[in-house]
């Protein structure tokens, strides 16, 4: 299985809403990320799970709420989103360490806020 | 800080001609270098790699790569292109202490028949 599995591939939400992104991997990696991607441009990255526990938070703001339960689920929870929060949300896995330092995405959940 | 330059926004090329798209990075040591594709409304998938050794890498689909130090480049190549080629290409290099995947602006790649 080399896959990862995002849900929902789409999603519409209000600015009062909140809502969760799900994300799930079984290759045995050992690190998780979410980017953020805009049409037109590169992914972003927003944050980066190492074994678990979070490693990098790129300054995101506090609307998003990323959480690592296990070792093979990633979730971006997600409360008061603005309108320019609509973009597609890419999740990814590697093994950390290794020297196969490539990602493996998913094909993302397409995020409008209204 | 390490970056990538992809300095050609779109590319188009006919059906069954060659290709090179291009990619210069800035990077104080010798760097991790990838290229990803990413078809509409999906994810991003590896292409190829380069950590070390031979310059020249070989890739997924057809495509190669070839690292030159000496001009910062790792340009993405194919001899013989096909409409399913037609999609984003991200030149990428992994940030010194890993996990942060650093993306140039891509090149769109439209085919023609």
């Known amino acids: 299985d080399t896959e990862v599995t995002q849900t929902p591939k789409h999603l519409v939400m209000g600015m009062t809403n909140k809502k969760s992104l799900k994300c799930e991997q079984h290759m045995g990696h050992r690190a998780m990320y979410w980017y953020k991607q805009k049409a037109k441009k590169p992914p972003e990255l927003m944050f980066v799970y190492s074994y678990e526990k979070l490693s990098i938070n790129e300054s995101v703001p506090s609307r998003f709420s990323p959480e690592c339960p296990n070792s093979s689920l990633l979730n971006l929870h997600l409360h008061a989103l603005q309108p320019e929060d609509s973009a597609l949300y890419l999740c990814a896995s590697s093994q950390p360490g290794s020297s196969n330092e490539k990602l493996f995405f998913g094909s993302g959940t397409q995020l409008s806020v209204l | 800080a390490q970056s990538v330059t992809q300095p050609d926004i779109h590319i188009t090329v006919s059906e069954g001609a060659s290709l090179e798209l291009r990619c210069n990075y800035s990077y104080g040591a010798t760097p991790y270098l990838f290229w990803y594709v990413q078809s509409p409304g999906q994810g991003l998938q590896l292409l190829l790699k380069y950590f070390s050794g031979d310059t020249l890498v070989q890739g997924i689909k057809g495509f190669e790569a070839e690292f030159k130090r000496s001009q910062s480049s790792f340009n993405l190549r194919k001899p013989s292109v096909h409409w399913s080629d037609a999609a984003e290409y991200f030149c990428?290099?992994?940030?010194?202490?890993?996990?942060?995947?650093?993306f140039g602006a891509g090149t769109r790649l439209f085919v023609k028949a």
């Open positions: 990428a290099v992994l940030h010194t202490g890993g996990f942060k995947t650093i």
